[in-house]
């Protein structure tokens, strides 16, 4: 059955985020209420407080996605991203500094347009998401990219 919340919604769970992460969900969840005065969350009650959990989300707003996810769920939620996003300046010391994972993806390794897509390595990856997940944290992919 679907919950429709207003935006000071969040089951309260243990907490075990950083500060700076709990810093930002309160900034943007501020922010997202000027945007959304409702939101739809179906499934919630099939989350642990502690359990591992893997969240697989369809990824329409680049932005806005991965900020409605961090803000629902109280745990902090460790976001997998393209490993071209930490080459940004600011926003990549900032994804590092949550905990993000970078992902590289084999189109992205491209030389040019005429070769096959490089082998992306992953492993330092895997082995990320592997921790988070047997501490019993969550982590966020977007399949769709």
Known sequence: ?????????????????TLLYRTLRSVIRGALRVFYRTVEVTGRENLGTTRPTILASTHPNSIVDPLLLGILEERQVTFCACDGLFKIPVFGSLLRSVGAIPIARPEDKKESA??????????????AARSVLEQGGIISIFPEG
Do not use: H, I
């Open 114 to 127: 005429e070769t096959a897509p490089a082998k992306a390595d992953n492993s330092n990856a895997f082995a």
């Open 1 to 17: 059955m679907a919950q429709t919340d207003p935006l000071s919604w969040g089951v309260k769970r243990e907490q075990s985020s």
